[in-house]
């Protein structure tokens, strides 16, 4: 009895290109790639993603194991279309960086930063807990399992093999950093109405009271209004930051 094994060497390829795209994609997602995550598991996370979709669509790779350099190139591409779909997922997320930004300036804390656990780079405290407050709730939320139905369109999105239409990824990426910017503005306009509203009353209040120190007073009890209206708010602005977050997840998995 003879077992027949020239298939496995075509098999490992595509295994091998398949882990390429979506390792790339884990190394990059928010909550899942960041330097405080043990290498092991995230290596674990891709291993098993790969094992899972990439039987599903085995078929979309033409592998021709005589030449080295067709599969070099393809290689080289699966490592691409991960990297977009990772960094449209982190530009994502960004928008609670921005959002916390303008919170802690308008509420006096901008000066006070913290190393960001999604980053791994310094960033305002507000925006700190905002960005991890954001990553529980799309767990929490089972947003998670659109990034996975993400993963399997993005073999209808970007076939292997074809060339990605460099002009699509940019607009794609352009796309994602000005929603996210815009969402960031829109998670802050009640502060941004708070510190208009708040720096013109302590303006009036140094005209008529020249004697007094209007910064001593004013920091401590914009610190403390702001987190109260904080405290309000929160809720809302996750909410939303929540429903654009499974927009753009379902735009990348319009199967799921």
Known sequence: MQVDVTFLPALAAAYLLAFARIGTMVMLLPGVGELSVPSRVRLTIALVLTAVIMPLNRNTYQIDLQAIGPVMVLLAQEMFVGAVLGLTARLTISALQVAGQVVAQQMGLGFVTAVDPTQGQQGVIVGNFLSVLGITL???FDLHHLVIGALNDSYLLFKPGDVPIIGDVAALLSRTVTSAFRIGVQLSAPFLLFGL??????????RLMPQMQVFFVGMPLSIMVGFLILLLVVGAMMMTFIDYVEIVLRELAPRS
């Open 197 to 206: 509203l708040f720096n013109l009353g302590l303006g009036l209040l140094s």
């Open 138 to 140: 799309i767990f929490a």
